[in-house]
């Protein structure tokens, strides 16, 4: 089991020579946790199931802003107070409440159940990759989690007299409610939660099953249940009731508002340890996860492998030069970004089938988790790039999920498909790993799920509801006061780029013209009286008022979704050239663009607008724009405190952003495999490639100019060869093998 163990934690462990220096001393994990970044600094293993987080967004008014008096998206806030257990298994960086359940609570002295009485102010608050503690004052008590891929182990260290450990399985960050518990013996409970209902998708609903084991004898064992108001007269209240005690019962319970409890006598300073495995699939396999990834081991022991893990991940990237606050904010955005997507299959390989009962057996790892509207635009590059291994994994996972469901994903979470936000964000995920090499999955089936989404009617299209008016129009109408149209069309058009490029690399030239041509329609909106892009109408004719202004805090816009006109009249990647003829010319471009920037237009924390600076290097003379703007939003936005992310990190979206642009190069274009270069904030970088998938075991990035301000780059030498403009491929990079800045300081007024 211990070899098991170290192969399955997380990354088999590599010695790093030169890559010794330990990054994980850069990993603040609270960043993100607060100005709605919705991260957490829980306990978790690269791309781990298992996450082990402190809840604190539930409980006394006075002390925490509470979960149901606002939109809540995550377990924890770095500013509320209030703890009230360790939920398992969450997600980090979304913008709806999902997850976070199973919470694990220890307290002392008379038995309280209730979570509104039961939670504590803490103090003493500390995360480090892989590890969380505080203090809780109310009861005395020293908190500690870790974890391994698909379990964690608590260790409380409690005072002298009564204690007790409570698993409420009523209260979570989940839409869904209903739960079964059963206690084994010796300390064991199993059971299952329901989950799901994520951005009230009704139909995405799943169960947890879980394993819970406390180390400790001679303790007693309890169920606890809600009991509703029995009045007819009385509106229903989640909140409204007291809870029933049983301590005779002993077999199962199960009902929306439960718990269990073991209650015991502790001595001043003992530590009890807490272990819990989790599954997708059985109560089974959660105690196979369990046995299987700690065995016999106990917390240390799994706080090292976590670490280990890592360490080994995180320094595949090894910067130097830079201030320590850059280092900080890179490492931990890199952190971040290897949140998600997550594995979902059980050490037996099991997983849950896309939206279906069936239970499958994965060849590798099953992947879940995929918020594909956020990372289709970078994580997904950062992945092949620097963990190729993982994103060939992960687009089989996506491959295998048309195969059982009929569609590929669009935004999916633990087998269901939630269909939030629009386009059809897949297709550019897999043409871009196919065109970076990565080419070990069912081209045919892969190819066979685009061409459906791409061409089904809309009665039938679960990935482009509006299709029959894009495919008859070129464009989709305005067909409701505030409906995403705009936004929908234009998502269309980069996936319809990037499959008229797989077409034609495949010798597919018909469906190549034909998609490429498709992927052009984006022309259909702009106006040239305002140099807009602006919705139409069905006859043909633009939207009137038509006020681009719109929708800029996030109030409904006509054809926008979250945004207006500014923050996606620039979002035609694919086709930045032809966007630059219809607003004239490169002068009138560049202008427009600029003013996004100085009317401070430019929304860096949401998708359709985070590539804007780059487009500047599309023009001749105007790089140094690029250059000066990342630069300046790097320092304006991403930080290494709580609130060092713009906004929902969108599962690694926003750290991506982040990462490539303090390494010198960003992927603006998701349809092709390109990189728009910017001036690297760092001295060196040094990222270890993998030679399966790269041919080579590194590339080195270099900039000549120490310096604390911005840089301005003069030129740039790949290999040995000077580059002529600010673009290249993927292939050129990798060739290349270093990529060498020559900067100067950058002078601004």
């Avoid at 952190?335 to 059980?346: A, E």
């Avoid at 067909?479 to 149209?485: E, G």
């Avoid at 910017?678 to 040094?686: C, E, G, I, N, Y």
């Avoid at 399966?692 to 590339?699: D, E, G």
Wanted: proline share 6%; charged share 20%; net charge negative.
């Amino acid at each position: 089991m211990k070899k098991t163990l170290i192969a399955i934690c997380c990354a088999t462990f590599v010695c790093l020579g030169s890559w010794a220096e330990d990054v994980l001393k850069y990993v603040n994990p609270f960043v993100g946790t607060t100005n709605f970044g919705t991260t957490h600094p829980g306990a978790v293993c690269p791309n781990g199931m298992m996450s082990v987080v402190p809840f604190n967004v539930m409980g006394s008014a006075q002390n925490v802003q509470d979960k149901d008096a606002r939109w809540w998206s995550t377990p924890y806030e770095k500013l509320n107070t209030f703890f009230t257990g360790y939920s398992h298994v969450n997600l980090s960086g979304v913008g709806c409440p999902d997850m976070g359940s199973l919470l694990l609570m220890p307290t002392t002295g008379k038995l309280e159940v209730d979570y509104h009485n039961y939670g504590s102010t803490y103090t003493h608050e500390t995360a480090t990759p892989g590890y969380y503690s505080n203090y809780l004052t109310k009861y005395g008590i020293k908190t500690e989690v870790t974890a391994t891929p698909r379990s964690s182990v608590a260790r409380f260290t409690f005072p002298k007299g009564q204690s007790h450990i409570l698993l409420n399985l009523g209260e979570g960050l989940t839409n869904e409610s209903g739960a079964t518990v059963r206690y084994v013996g010796n300390g064991e409970f199993e059971g299952s939660k329901l989950l799901g209902n994520f951005c009230y998708t009704a139909q995405a609903v799943f169960p947890i099953y879980f394993v819970l084991r406390i180390h400790k004898p001679n303790a007693t064992m309890g169920y606890f249940k809600k009991q509703r108001p029995m009045s007819v007269e009385a509106e229903w209240d989640a909140d409204a009731g007291k809870y029933k005690i049983y301590t005779q019962y002993q077999k199962e319970l199960s009902g929306d508002d439960i718990g269990a409890f073991l209650s015991f006598e502790t001595e001043e300073g003992e530590e009890v340890e807490v272990q819990m495995g989790v599954s997708f699939v059985s109560t089974a396999n959660a105690r196979q996860n369990l046995d299987t990834e700690q065995g016999h081991t106990h917390f240390n022991d799994i706080l090292a492998k976590a670490e280990e893990a890592w360490r080994s991940d995180l320094s595949r990237i090894l910067v130097e030069g830079g201030t320590e606050e850059q280092r900080k904010v890179f490492y931990t955005a890199l952190y971040h970004l290897l949140m998600h997507p997550n594995v979902l299959n059980d050490v037996n390989g099991q997983y849950p089938a896309m939206e279906s009962p069936e239970i499958r057996t994965a060849k590798g790892q099953r992947y879940t988790v995929y918020s594909l509207w956020d990372t289709y635009r970078n994580v997904h590059q950062l992945l092949t790039l620097v963990y190729p291994e993982r994103q060939m994994e992960m687009v089989r996972s996506m491959v295998d999920m048309y195969k059982e469901s009929g569609w590929l994903p669009k935004w999916e979470l633990y087998g269901r498909e939630t269909f939030t936000m629009e386009g059809d964000p897949a297709i550019p995920v897999i043409v871009d790993s196919w065109n970076k090499g990565l080419r070990h999955f069912d081209v045919e089936a892969a190819y066979e799920g685009m061409i459906k989404s791409a061409t089904s009617p809309s009665a039938t299209n679960k990935m482009r509801p509006d299709n029959d008016d894009y495919l008859q129009f070129g464009y989709v109408p305005l067909r409701a006061p505030f409906d995403n149209s705009v936004s929908h069309a234009l998502e269309y058009y980069v996936a319809d780029a990037a499959l008229a490029s797989w077409a034609k690399s495949l010798g597919k030239t018909a469906d190549a013209e034909r998609f490429r041509k498709q992927s052009l329609g984006y022309r259909h909106y702009f106006d040239r009286t305002t140099g807009m892009l602006r919705p139409l109408l069905p006859n043909g004719q633009f939207l009137t008022p038509f006020d681009p202004m719109q929708g800029a805090n996030f109030e409904p816009s006509p054809g926008f979704h979250e945004g207006n006109a500014w923050n996606y009249t620039f979002f035609v990647p694919h086709d930045v050239k032809g966007l630059i003829k219809l607003m004239g010319d490169e002068r009138a471009f560049t202008k427009k663009l600029q003013s996004v920037f100085d009317r401070q237009l430019y929304d860096p924390a949401n998708e359709p607008d985070i590539a804007y600076p780059y487009l500047f290097s599309y023009i001749k003379g105007e790089a140094w724009r690029t250059q000066l703007l990342t630069q300046q939003l790097l320092r304006q936005h991403f930080t290494s405190q709580p609130n060092g992310i713009p906004g929902n990190d969108d599962t690694g979206t926003m750290s991506a952003w982040a990462i490539f642009s303090m390494l010198g190069f960003y992927p603006d274009n998701p349809a092709e495999p390109f990189y728009t270069l910017t001036a690297p904030v760092f001295d060196k970088v040094t990222i270890r490639l993998d030679p399966r998938y790269h041919r080579q075991s590194s590339l080195t990035i270099t900039c000549d100019t120490p310096t604390s301000g911005y840089r301005k780059v003069k030129s740039v030498i790949l290999g040995k060869r000077p580059l002529n403009s600010f673009r290249l491929s993927h292939d050129e990079l990798l060739k290349g093998a270093t990529l060498h800045f020559l900067c100067e300081p950058f002078e601004t007024k």
